[in-house]
């Protein structure tokens, strides 16, 4: 059984587009083209998208609608993008967001704990 999304409650049902090839912190990974980067990242079980400032703890898909922010990663090199409504594309570079860039906090400066 496949783990994949198959309809949005926002977008609707969408087109399983070509497979295409992105990349998540460094590794390469397929999703269909036009599916919300979210959905590719789930099927390829990635379940943390980023980090919160405060307390560094890990957040994944929530609302799935485009209206929370724990979905958001740095897509492309732009931080807070909601993966969960932005459409795949071949190529893209999808990093896990630490606060808010993808640098980890242990090697951010000054990134202990508040």
Not at 5 to 25: C, N, Q, R, S
Not at 69 to 98: A, H, I, K, S, W
């Amino acid at each position: 059984m496949e783990s994949r999304i198959a309809e949005h409650p926002v977008l609707g049902t969408y087109e399983k587009g070509k497979l295409v090839t992105f990349t998540h912190d460094g590794k390469k990974l397929q999703g269909y083209e036009g599916e919300p980067i979210a959905a590719a990242l789930k099927a390829a079980g990635v379940q943390i998208h980023r980090y919160t400032q405060k307390r560094h703890s890990p957040r994944g898909i929530f609302c799935a609608i485009g209206r929370c922010t724990d979905c958001v990663m740095v897509v492309d090199g732009v931080p807070n993008v909601r993966t969960c409504m932005t459409p795949l594309r071949e190529g893209m570079t999808v990093n896990t967001q630490y606060g808010t860039t993808d640098v980890p906090f242990e090697k951010q400066q000054g990134g202990e704990r508040v």
